[in-house]
């Protein structure tokens, strides 16, 4: 069993930056890869990032890529991510997942364990 906790999350500005982090409990956390997922009112939880078990690896849905940068610490079992340049656009719900495969990391079906979430508000 693997528990996550996001935190960092809060209301800034277009243009700003926040560091959300994500710390886990439990066994193993650094054989699991650890993704990150937003969801806006209305929509459906999408891909943001993923980062592999050893970090040489990461993964960027396009709209963050080069504003985002996702990176962990295995042994504070812990997984940031930094955004900076945000938009009105990022304003979601953001969620850490944890999962046991390397294949299929933009999709949520794919991870094990979630965190409750954490909100971004970017105003204009």
């Known amino acids: 069993q693997v528990q996550l906790v996001e935190s960092g999350g809060g209301l800034v500005q277009a243009g700003g930056s926040l560091r959300l982090s994500c710390a886990a409990s439990g066994r193993s956390f650094s054989s699991y890869v650890m993704g990150w997922f937003r969801q806006a009112p209305g929509k459906e939880r999408e891909f943001v990032s993923a980062?592999?078990?050893?970090?040489?690896?990461?993964y960027y849905t396009d709209s963050v890529k080069g504003r985002f940068t996702i990176s962990r610490e295995n042994a504070k079992k812990t997984v940031y991510l930094q955004m900076n340049s945000l938009k009105p656009e990022d304003t979601a719900v953001y969620y850490c997942?944890?999962?046991?495969?390397?294949?299929?990391?933009?999709?949520?079906?794919?991870?094990?364990?979630w965190g409750q979430g954490t909100q971004v508000t970017v105003s204009s």
């Open positions: 997942a944890a999962s046991s495969t390397e294949y299929g990391l933009g999709y949520p079906d794919q991870y094990d364990y």
């Open positions: 980062i592999t078990w050893s970090g040489t690896s990461t």
